[in-house]
Structure formats: C-alpha cells, structure tokens
C-alpha cells in the first residue's frame, strides 16, 4: 500500500489567483495521477503526472489552467491557475505502486474559490 | 465509451441488516474494478480490487463480485453498523485506451443506530 499526504487540506481562495496543491507518498510509485470531484458529482481524471516530463492531460484538461509537477517518484505538485468560482471542487491526489495495480487516494484539497 | 452505473443513488437501512451495492458498466474489456468508500469531504479509501479473471474478493465484512460478461459487480455488506455510512464508489479501469479509470457516481449509505 502506499501512505499519502496531500496539502492544503482546504482553502479559500480569490477568484483570478493561483494555488498549489501538494501530493506526497511515503514510498516511491509509478502512477500519480490528479482527479476532480465537483460537488456533488463523481470523480474525473484531470492528467496523468509523468515524472521528468510533461503531464499527460485528459480532454477538457490543459496544461495552462492545471499545471502538473512531478520531479521525483514520491512528489507531485498540482496548480490550479487563474481561478474562478467554477474551480470550487475538491481536488485528489491518485497513485498506484504499479502500473493498472490497487489506487490509492489522499484526502482531498476542498478547494472555494470567491 | 465506458460508463459506469450505481444504484441506487442512496439507501438508508436499519443498523444489523445486510444490504447490496450494485455496479454496472457498459464495456466488459476491462482490467479490473474497485470499490472505494469515500466520507464527506473526504478522499476515497480503497475497498476491494477484483482484477478481471476474479469472480470475487473478500474483507472482514465485506465481499464483492464481478460478472464481466453481463458487465455487473456488487459489494455486499453484511451486518452493517452506523460507521459503515459514507459513499461508495465504483471505479472501472479499462484495458484499451490508455487504461483510464472510469468511476461511478456512487450510493450514499445510510445505516441508522
């Protein structure tokens, strides 16, 4: 299995900034990836974070509104920028150890941007 | 395209009883499916993971099968207790397309002391 810490918890922001969200696991995996969960709905995938490369964007996804960072095996970063109120959501940090094997989630960032 | 189906929606029951969570989804190539309990606000706490040549997994009091060819799995709750309530969320990995993971909308359980 893998342990997951993910921050902020929650925050409140100003509509036109910017936040950072950060995923770390306490051993290294090989599939990170950054889903979002708007209230009241399911969870959709944003993008696959490949480490040393670019992320890998879902279609609706692109990387000037959400861009992804993942410098090492056990560390991503999601921005999401430019906010606006329709950014309100909770956004969750994935990763599996191994390709296709069991995902395991961290606990959210509830995001209210006003 | 996959679509992944829950029902119902949400269900409230009586602490003690046994109750029945349905899935189904619309393309049977698929790698495996989980289940996840999600409490509100929350992230997602995996489940159960039946991979595709499973007919079903087991923990504690839980257990869930897979029928792949009719496209169908249900988690099965037995003695349900008040800490049981939460959503849970059914999530279907394809084996095409990039393996993407398609989830559910989920059931809001319910159980009442």
């Known amino acids: 299995s893998a342990v997951i810490s993910q921050k902020p918890s929650r925050d409140i922001c100003q509509r036109g900034t910017s936040l950072t969200i950060q995923c770390q696991v306490d051993?290294?995996?090989?599939?990170m990836f950054w889903y979002r969960q708007q209230p009241g709905q399911s969870l959709t995938l944003i993008a696959t974070?490949?480490?040393?490369?670019?992320?890998?964007?879902e279609s609706g996804f692109v990387i000037d509104k959400f861009p992804i960072s993942r410098p090492n095996l056990t560390f991503s970063t999601l921005t999401v920028s430019n906010m606006s109120p329709e950014d309100s959501s909770i956004y969750l940090c994935?990763?599996?150890?191994?390709?296709?094997?069991?995902?395991?989630f961290g606990q959210g960032t509830r995001l209210t941007v006003v | 395209k996959q679509e992944v189906t829950q029902i119902p929606a949400a269900l409230s029951v009586p602490e003690g009883e046994n109750l029945v969570l349905n899935c189904s989804f619309t393309?049977?190539?698929?790698?495996?499916l989980q289940w996840f309990r999600q409490d509100p606000g929350k992230g997602l706490t995996s489940l159960l993971l039946?991979?595709?040549?499973?007919r079903e997994q087991t923990s504690g009091r839980l257990n869930a099968s897979l029928d792949k060819s009719s496209g169908r799995s249900t988690l099965y709750i037995a003695a349900s207790q008040p800490g049981d309530s939460a959503t849970y969320l059914c999530?279907?990995?394809?084996?095409?397309?990039?393996?993407?993971?398609?989830f559910g909308a989920g059931t809001r359980l319910f159980v009442k002391a």
């Open positions: 994935s990763v599996e150890v191994s390709k296709n094997t069991e995902a395991f």
């Open positions: 051993s290294q995996v090989t599939m």
């Open positions: 974070a490949n480490q040393g490369s670019e992320a890998t964007y």
């Open positions: 393309d049977s190539a698929i790698y495996n």
């Open positions: 039946i991979q595709s040549s499973q």
């Open positions: 999530a279907v990995r394809r084996n095409t397309g990039g393996f993407k993971t398609i």
